[in-house]
């Protein structure tokens, strides 16, 4: 159980440290606070699915998705999630 506290703990932590980006310039964006966003999110929900707070992971895959449309990892977590 102390891992997936850990997840969730460095996801949040990494959401303290780099803002997220908002537009345009979030789509093009490959590194920086775009792309930690999307993994200190992915991170945090793989967390909460191991502590089986599936609401919980279901929100924060998606706020991965949210930050890049394209994260595979989180879209597919999100679909094993709906099986």
Do not use: C, W
């Amino acid at each position: 159980m102390a891992i997936f506290t850990q997840l969730i703990a460095t996801g949040s932590k990494s959401l303290g440290s780099a803002p997220e980006m908002k537009g345009p310039a979030q789509a093009v964006a490959t590194s920086g606070p775009a792309r930690a966003g999307r993994d200190a999110h992915y991170l945090a929900g793989l967390g909460q699915l191991g502590l089986n707070h599936p609401d919980q992971a279901r929100q924060e895959f998606s706020l991965a998705l949210e930050a890049s449309p394209d994260h595979y990892a989180a879209m597919r977590a999100l679909n094993d999630m709906t099986r």
